[in-house]
């Protein structure tokens, strides 16, 4: 996490609303070019389990590839 501040000097009161819009504004921007997409954590092939596992294989699964959910497939592969 980053963390910042600024002053800004103000001829008038009423600057205030737009200096401010400018800077949120530039923030939503920077901020949308710099996330990770899902391609960037995504595993492939896609981890899945079916309807059969034991309990057991599934949470072997879990720790295995430190996962918290998996989709149930059948197998035509249709969640």
Known sequence: ?????????????AEASDVLQDLVDELIESSLNEQPTVGDFMTAPVLSVQPEMTEHQVEDLFTRYDVRALPVVNEENDV
């Open 1 to 13: 996490a980053k963390a910042a501040s600024a002053t800004v000097r103000l001829g008038e009161e």
